[in-house]
């Protein structure tokens, strides 16, 4: 639990320079138990007595005036060290009611609290070593030592032989890990980076890309032969008078196979589609014949 808890990053960090400046050993677990707040926000109120018993460690027995008197030395020395902003008594403690009593404290945005940089490439690279088992002397070392994409190359190798539970990484990985960056050791040929990988994806994409629209322009092409095969049909049979048009469609329908008798005695759906079918047919053959 408690190194999972450190490879997620779940850390306090602690100016310890600071920290060895502080003498009373109050003062000490005041700078550990604010500083965890402070990370969230710079003002703090607690209940006086919560604070003494719980976290500080004072003794039980002391009532507020005491708890008071106790932590006064430890206040003043943060102070003096500008961890947090100085204030009157008045202002540090409030009474609530009878005996219970509350302790302010705000950070004083000078001193030991700043802001932290943001990581460059090299402590992301010693990082990304350390989460794979690598001593941290041992990984700045070799950031130190190495190209930038060398390494990223066999941490890449790395993860993909991890991820296959490579033999040559049973007995020591962070060990091969190492020896693989300083040796520059080859690939296997079944190997595959991230720039592979994403050049491969590019020419998978592309050639769906392709595909697709050869499947859009096919689909077009055929919408537009339907449609212009609809229209010639309605301006065959509107051609006609509507005499003309019923002795047509009677000699149709006379032509039908057994079959499509059937579905035309049926009605219905299948009735309809049948005889527009067979007059779609008719039409479609006489302008054939006439072309």
Same mark, same amino acid.
């Given at each position: 639990?408690?190194?999972?808890?450190?490879?997620?990053?779940?850390?306090?960090?602690?100016?310890?320079?600071?920290?060895?400046?502080?003498?009373?050993?109050?003062?000490?677990?005041?700078?550990?138990?604010?500083?965890?707040?402070?990370?969230?926000?710079?003002?703090?109120?607690?209940?006086?007595?919560?604070?003494?018993?719980? @976290?500080?460690?004072?003794?039980?027995?002391?009532?507020?005036?005491?708890?008071?008197?106790?932590?006064?030395?430890?206040?003043?020395?943060?102070?003096?060290?500008?961890?947090?902003?100085?204030?009157?008594?008045?202002?540090?403690?409030?009474?609530?009611?009878?005996?219970?009593?509350?302790?302010?404290?705000?950070?004083?945005?000078?001193?030991?609290?700043?802001?932290?940089?943001?990581?460059?490439?090299?402590?992301? $690279?010693?990082?990304?070593?350390?989460?794979?088992?690598?001593?941290?002397?041992?990984?700045?070392?070799?950031?130190?030592?190495?190209?930038?994409?060398?390494?990223?190359?066999?941490?890449?190798?790395?993860?993909? $032989?991890?991820?296959?539970?490579? #033999?040559?990484?049973?007995?020591?990985?962070?060990?091969?890990?190492?020896?693989?960056?300083?040796?520059?050791?080859?690939?296997?040929?079944?190997?595959?980076?991230?720039?592979?990988?994403?050049?491969?994806?590019?020419?998978?994409?592309?050639?769906?890309?392709?595909?697709?629209?050869?499947?859009?322009?096919?689909?077009?092409?055929?919408?537009?032969? $339907?449609?212009?095969?609809?229209?010639?049909?309605?301006?065959?049979?509107? #051609?006609? #008078?509507?005499?003309?048009?019923?002795? =047509?469609?009677?000699?149709?329908? @006379?032509?039908?196979?057994?079959?499509?008798?059937?579905? =035309?005695?049926?009605?219905?759906?299948?009735?309809?589609?049948?005889?527009?079918?067979?007059?779609?047919?008719?039409?479609?053959?006489? =302008?054939?014949?006439?072309?």
């Amino acid at each position: 639990m408690v190194f999972r808890s450190f490879r997620a990053g779940k850390l306090k960090r602690l100016v310890f320079a600071f920290f060895r400046r502080l003498n009373r050993s109050v003062a000490k677990i005041l700078y550990r138990f604010l500083g965890k707040r402070f990370f969230h926000r710079p003002r703090w109120e607690f209940h006086l007595q919560e604070l003494c018993w719980e @976290h500080v460690g004072l003794a039980r027995s002391y009532d507020a005036a005491n708890l008071k008197r106790k932590l006064r030395p430890a206040i003043e020395e943060l102070e003096r060290h500008q961890f947090i902003r100085p204030a009157s008594d008045s202002e540090r403690f409030r009474k609530v009611s009878s005996g219970k009593w509350r302790v302010f404290f705000e950070r004083e945005g000078r001193g030991v609290t700043k802001v932290a940089a943001p990581p460059s490439d090299t402590d992301a $690279l010693c990082q990304a070593l350390i989460d794979r088992g690598v001593t941290r002397s041992t990984a700045l070392e070799t950031v130190e030592k190495f190209p930038k994409e060398q390494i990223e190359h066999q941490l890449e190798v790395f993860d993909w $032989l991890l991820s296959r539970k490579d #033999s040559r990484l049973l007995r020591n990985p962070a060990g091969y890990l190492v020896s693989a960056i300083r040796s520059e050791y080859v690939a296997p040929q079944e190997f595959t980076g991230r720039r592979e990988q994403a050049e491969q994806k590019s020419r998978a994409e592309e050639l769906e890309r392709r595909r697709q629209a050869r499947i859009d322009r096919e689909r077009t092409r055929e919408n537009q032969k $339907l449609q212009a095969r609809r229209k010639a049909v309605e301006s065959f049979w509107s #051609s006609f #008078s509507q005499e003309e048009r019923n002795q =047509l469609e009677a000699e149709c329908l @006379h032509a039908a196979n057994s079959f499509e008798r059937s579905l =035309l005695d049926k009605g219905g759906t299948l009735g309809v589609a049948t005889r527009e079918k067979l007059f779609e047919e008719f039409a479609l053959k006489s =302008l054939a014949v006439a072309e």
